[in-house]
């Protein structure tokens, strides 16, 4: 079955400093991958669409200086949450949907502490 | 490999039956499951949520089913109505990462 990746699973980081956490699609094309961000005990929030080979489309209210996102190849992703403060803390998770079902299948996530 | 699973990626259901959602999973140590409902161009919104030690949780139309030994729980929609049409994904989670299923398209026929 199609597995979607992240590298790492947790990091904790000086505050501002930046992290970049990748997401990879192990086994399978993915022209289009998600980035999402989750609080505690809420829905997942969508941040922004990336698009192979061009540039991210970010949700109102996402900061794109602030997360960068680099959709290089057909199976890469990377989000790099740039001057990290304390309130950038949470739980990043990547989806990439496979291009012939448009199945989205969602990465373990990533758990960002920033101190 | 999957350790979520959706094996239905699509559900048809009559507005007022019952709809079920399925989804299997592999690891026993998952101590967590969700339900998320997600819309097209929108993010999942999360729906409904059983911890390992329950065997069902209830909130208003919606419950979820927990099976632990045959590690497989399901999503009960009663009445359906048309504004349940939506991507159905379940999750499960060890506390520190979650494993997301492929979804389930429901369709609700008014």
């Known amino acids: 079955g199609a597995v979607v990746s992240q590298h790492p699973s947790w990091v904790i980081c000086k505050s501002g400093t930046s992290v970049k956490i990748e997401c990879r699609s192990l086994?399978?094309?993915?022209?289009?991958m998600f980035w999402y961000r989750q609080f505690p005990k809420q829905s997942l929030m969508l941040m922004a669409t990336s698009n192979e080979g061009s540039k991210a489309t970010y949700e109102q209210g996402v900061e794109k200086d602030k997360f960068l996102i680099n959709h290089a190849s057909l199976t890469l992703s990377t989000l790099t949450v740039t001057s990290a403060h304390p309130e950038d803390s949470s739980f990043y998770i990547c989806?990439?949907?496979?291009?012939?079902?448009?199945?989205?299948?969602f990465g373990p996530g990533t758990r960002l502490t920033v101190t | 490999d999957q350790q979520v699973k959706q094996n239905s990626p699509s559900l048809s259901v009559q507005e007022g039956r019952i709809s079920i959602l399925n989804c299997d999973y592999t690891?026993?140590?998952?101590?967590?499951f969700l339900w998320y409902k997600k819309y097209p161009a929108e993010g999942p919104t999360f729906l409904i949520s059983?911890?390992?030690?329950?065997d069902k949780n209830e909130d208003g139309r919606f419950t979820v089913f927990l099976n632990k030994s045959a590690k497989h729980l399901s999503l009960h929609i009663v009445p359906s109505q048309p504004g349940d049409s939506a991507v159905y994904f379940c999750?499960?989670?060890?506390?520190?990462?979650?494993?997301f299923g492929t979804g389930t398209s429901l369709t609700v026929i008014p």
């Open positions: 989806s990439a949907v496979l291009t012939a079902t448009y199945e989205q299948y």
């Open positions: 086994d399978f094309q993915a022209t289009t």
């Open positions: 059983i911890s390992s030690i329950k």
């Open positions: 690891n026993s140590m998952f101590d967590y």
């Open positions: 999750a499960a989670s060890t506390g520190n990462q979650f494993y």
